[in-house]
């Protein structure tokens, strides 16, 4: 069996920086036609400069395949209208992160007192720029997302003219959230769809699977497979992949983040045909974002074939998601 998929997208991805860019960069400019490029780099990307800086950097290390890098700006609650306005042909969209709450959060937002974000969020909705949220409090690691819930809804009332993006959402409050506010939306991981905290620490500890936000229960992974599943209108794939070197992860204060860019549109195959939802894939890793982003992209066609493949157990020192295991599906090299 063979599938063809029409310029794929991941609409939430981490390329670092340096040599860490030089070998992942590569592995999604081959199998996606373009990326949401997250901005919490060291440091975060907060200024014109840097977002083009930045985007050439990608550009040079994917520079023999067709990849659009979409370049995001680390959220400030001061940026002004007319900053954004100079800014917004260079970006696509702005990220939110709770300060400390991730990866290289530290500067974000600490307050979600609504008043203080009010310059750059009504900004944002006159200038018609999306707004993606890493939506974790600092409570409980099992809750965080869901206590995160009554922000989210907050500032989608607030704001209605705001497109705001639920990244990476893990429970079944959020998927039933989705549909409460017409600016609501939503990505999911590939990671999210497969496993549970059991996987990441059921037996022994399995740090390669250790991510922010967690990984959930059973019934939040349903809730998740079933609006992916049926390429619901409101979600799409972002991977979240995100690499760390091996003694990064395999070391006491483990770096969160799963590596999955390499095999994200394989194992997808896999999962959708397993469901008998093949003829979903296309909606749910492209057409939705270019709905929801206003996007035109026919710039790739990828073909993946049902047939064996075993994962390298790494990329230079980066432990893939499935590292080692054999999958049934494979993209086709052009």
Known sequence: MQLTLNSPLDMHLHLRQGDMLKTVAPLSSKSFAGALIMPNTLPPITTKEQVITYKEEILNATKDDKFKPFMTLFFKNNYSYEFLKDIKDE???IKLYPDGATTNSDGGVASFDIESLRETLEAMSELEIPLNIHGETTGFVMDREKEFIPIYEQLATVFPKLKIIMEHITT??????????PNLYATITLHHLFITLDDVAGGMLKPHLFCKPIAKRPQDREALLNIALNAHPKVMFGSDSAPHPKEKKEAPGCAAGVFTAPIALPLLAHLFEKYNKLENLQKFVSDNAQNIY???IKNKKILLEQKEFKVPNSYNSIVPFMGGEKINWRIIDA
């Open 294 to 296: 206003n996007l035109n």
């Open 91 to 93: 970006i696509l969209s």
């Open 172 to 181: 079944k409050d959020a998927v039933e959230a989705l549909d409460k506010h």
